[in-house]
């Protein structure tokens, strides 16, 4: 296919579930899980002929940095330049697939556990599926907005009328932390679009805006606005409270597509427009993240360790992992950038499966407390096998593609003076996962098989074990040959990681020439300082890269 076909089948795949929603709503109540299900998957089936489409043509010019890029007119008003512009980089295209592959799984699995207001449940997925995918697509400011926000109502419809017992405090309290962040970043890109244009033309272009650049006082501010709203979204300590509250409350579905996309949001937020648009900014504001991150990693493992609810700790770990990708992206780092954006990949396929299997014990036995099980793995030997599998993946087992993620990061942040501090800390949430994830599934799985209604637990079904292993193949792939997946982001990443560090007067250490005989061993890497105009104001320091 040409770059214009796979342009035009990108620009599809954003609107193909949208297709579904007119026809569940006018079709009997017994049909809309069917057409949820296929509307799901036309756009899994058209991500991945764009995969290959686009891994056929990785190696041809890019345009404005993208393989993929689409333009054209949307809000066509006198002084404004307002466009559809989408685009594919080696970044986003591995979080399209993984959208729409978690959204048809969640979809599938609702059918046995969702059985009331059907019509509107799964027509809030579809439309939820539409504004993730236009998000990890957008490159214009305004429209990405519009994706960002669109997440937000079906989402609070979700957990608010299909949720737990506290479902209205957790879906208003989403809704809440989400919003206030997100009117900030609408005001910080009003400004952005008002004053990057020298033709007093209102712009919300993401090239034009990048190109035209902005002062360090006003970075600052930028960036606060645009990181805050990311930040709750991931969510960063301390912003995350609303995290466990939403899990815990959620439908399965809603947890398995809130762990597995919708807090990429807020990291691939990060890495595609506070570091670019505003690289003085986030070289000022480094190590602050770095903190914060390390601080989200060790809170989070430890409140995990002392969680009863199987479903909370599951949560609280994601709170700890997310930290370690964030420290991955202000690391300025360029194995800790890969390690970060394979850790989003990575992170989505082992936590959505972690509440799959939540979610298919609670169908059996209505109760999530570490306390109501013991010795089940007699009862359900396949279930124990997948759940073990998965807990390995989380807690970064090597031959996992937990491993491959947290070990970019980790390497990419101690090979650097002025970030190896924060490696060592956030090493100790490694260990800590091992701890609290393997206790809970000793606890859960061994023992004495005492309690009688454990005794009558049916193990996996085929469909329940077909929807698992798609994500249980790719932990698999990821962990073994991560190759593949890291060559693309890393096409992508290395140069951003290059731009933000020369924008702020650094370069990434170079290697230096192997030494000839007689002469002395280098003591460490060489590091060369860009020349900078004096008179342009960088920021801080930043890290010594």
């Not at 924008?503 to 003591?523: D, E, M, S, Y």
Request: proline residues 5%; charged residues 10%; hydrophobic residues 50%.
């Amino acid at each position: 296919m040409t770059k214009e076909q796979l342009c035009l089948l990108m620009n599809l795949t954003v609107f193909a579930p949208a297709v579904g929603i007119p026809l569940l709503l006018m079709m009997k109540q017994s049909a809309a899980k069917y057409i949820a299900l296929i509307a799901s998957f036309i756009p899994f089936v058209l991500s991945l002929i764009l995969l290959s489409g686009y891994l056929g043509i990785s190696g041809t010019p890019e345009e404005n940095g993208f393989i993929l890029y689409s333009s054209f007119k949307w809000l066509n008003m006198p002084g404004m330049d307002i466009n559809f512009t989408t685009g594919l980089d080696g970044i986003s295209i591995h979080l399209l697939w993984l959208t729409t592959l978690i959204f048809p799984i969640s979809i599938y699995f609702s059918w046995r556990s969702i059985d009331t207001y059907e019509k509107p449940y799964y027509a809030l997925l579809l439309l939820l599926e539409v504004g993730v995918i236009g998000f990890f697509v957008s490159l214009d400011l305004l429209l990405f907005y519009v994706f960002f926000e669109m997440v937000l109502i079906p989402m609070y419809f979700i957990i608010g009328i299909w949720g737990g017992k506290d479902r209205i405090y957790a879906s208003v309290k989403f809704f809440l932390y989400t919003l206030i962040g997100s009117l900030l970043m609408l005001i910080a890109i009003i400004y952005a679009g008002l004053h990057s244009n020298s033709d007093f033309v209102f712009t919300t272009d993401y090239h034009r805006i990048l190109k035209a650049g902005f002062s360090p006082e006003v970075q600052t501010w930028l960036f606060l606005a645009f990181t805050l709203s990311f930040a709750i979204k991931v969510p960063m300590f301390p912003l995350h409270t609303w995290l466990p509250d939403a899990h815990v409350q959620a439908p399965t579905a809603g947890s398995v597509i809130l762990a597995g996309v919708l807090l990429k949001m807020g990291t691939y937020g990060l890495v595609r427009f506070s570091l670019p648009l505003f690289p003085v900014a986030a070289n000022q504001f480094a190590d602050v993240m770095c903190i914060l991150s390390v601080i989200g990693i060790i809170y989070g493992a430890m409140a995990a360790m002392v969680q009863t609810d199987i479903k909370k700790l599951v949560a609280y770990s994601s709170v700890s992992h997310m930290g370690f990708i964030v420290l991955g992206i202000f690391a300025f780092s360029k194995d800790a950038m890969s390690g970060a954006i394979i850790q989003m990949i990575g992170h989505g396929i082992s936590t959505g499966a972690l509440f799959l299997l939540v979610g298919m014990i609670y169908d059996r036995r209505h109760t999530r407390e570490i306390k109501d099980y013991q010795g089940i793995a007699k009862q359900v030997p396949v279930f124990t096998l997948l759940f073990m599998i998965t807990v390995f993946s989380s807690v970064g087992l090597p031959g996992l593609n937990g491993f491959i993620g947290e070990f970019l990061v980790l390497i990419g942040t101690g090979a650097q003076e002025g970030t190896r501090v924060y490696a060592f800390f956030a090493a100790t949430g490694v260990i800590i996962a091992a701890v609290y994830l393997l206790w809970m599934f000793r606890r859960v799985m061994f023992g004495e098989l005492d309690k009688e209604a454990n005794k009558k637990l049916v193990d996996l079904n085929r469909h329940e074990v077909g929807l698992l292993m798609p994500l249980i193949a790719l932990m698999f792939i990821m962990g073994l040959y991560a190759t593949p997946f890291l060559k693309e982001i890393n096409r992508s990443s290395d140069p951003l990681v290059q731009y933000v560090l020369e924008k702020n007067g650094l370069v990434l250490p170079t290697v230096a020439p192997a030494p000839q005989p007689g002469q002395p061993v280098p003591a460490g890497p060489q590091i060369q300082q860009i020349p900078v105009n004096p008179n342009q104001e960088t920021g801080h320091e930043g890290h010594n890269h």
